[in-house]
Each structure stands twice: as C-alpha cells, then as structure tokens.
C-alpha cells in the first residue's frame, strides 16, 4: 500500500487546509487510516483517525472541533478538513495506514503499517 499526502501549505491563524491521503495498492476498507504530525523538537502525535470496518472517528482534544476527518471509499482517499488553525497545528502531517487496527492502539504510530511522506503546515499568527 502506497499513501500520498497532498494540501499542506502555508496559511494564516483562523485560515483553513484540507489534506488529502490517496492509497494505492488495496482499499481501505479492513484499515484504519488517520493523520499524525510531528513539530520539530516534539514527539509524534495523533490527530485524527477512521477506522474504516466500522467507521468509528477519532479526533485528539488538541483538533477537536477544528478537524474534520472523512474517507471517500471510491476514490481509496481519506481527507482533514482543519479549520480554525493556530500556530501550534504547524507540523509536518503523516498519513498512516494500518491493517485490522484494534480501536486501543489507534493513537499509536507503532502499530501502523503503511506511512505516507508527509506534508507540511505552517499556520502563521
């Protein structure tokens, strides 16, 4: 499974991206796929998710309200719509893929298998 990242950019506080995850190789349908991110000089942290069996969301208290996840299952793309941006979203956003994803280890990145190349989001104040 290939994953490729599209959206990121540069924008203001309060300003709005959509980020974009396209698979190729399987669908998504038995996977569990969301968005990691990581600032320089911090940890990885988990964002938002789907898990796509049955369709349960995630969202970190740190998005809640501001992020909108979504999976188009025709198009094997999973989209973050982040709204109301602030300067700590900026971070270089990963999308991530894992196989039969048990709903306990959602957050942790260890337990994906298929990562994308990143893209960055710089929110400016």
């Known amino acids: 499974v290939q994953l490729v990242e599209s959206g990121g950019g540069l924008v203001q506080a309060g300003g709005s991206l959509r980020l974009s995850c396209a698979a190729s190789?399987?669908?998504?349908?038995?996977?569990?796929v969301g968005w990691f991110r990581q600032a320089p000089g911090k940890e990885r942290e988990g964002v938002s998710f789907?898990?796509?069996?049955?369709?349960?969301?995630y969202y970190s208290d740190s998005v809640k309200g501001r992020f909108t996840i979504s999976s188009d299952n025709g198009k094997n793309t999973v989209y973050l719509q982040m709204n109301s941006l602030r300067p700590e979203d900026t971070a270089v956003y990963y999308c991530?893929?894992?196989?039969?994803?048990?709903?306990?280890?959602?957050?942790?990145?260890?337990?994906?298998?298929?990562w994308g190349q990143g893209t960055q989001v710089t929110v400016s104040s």
């Open positions: 991530a893929a894992g196989w039969g994803m048990s709903d306990q280890y959602i957050y942790s990145a260890r337990h994906y298998d298929y």
């Open positions: 789907i898990n796509h069996p049955h369709s349960k969301l």
């Open positions: 190789g399987s669908t998504f349908d038995d996977y569990a």
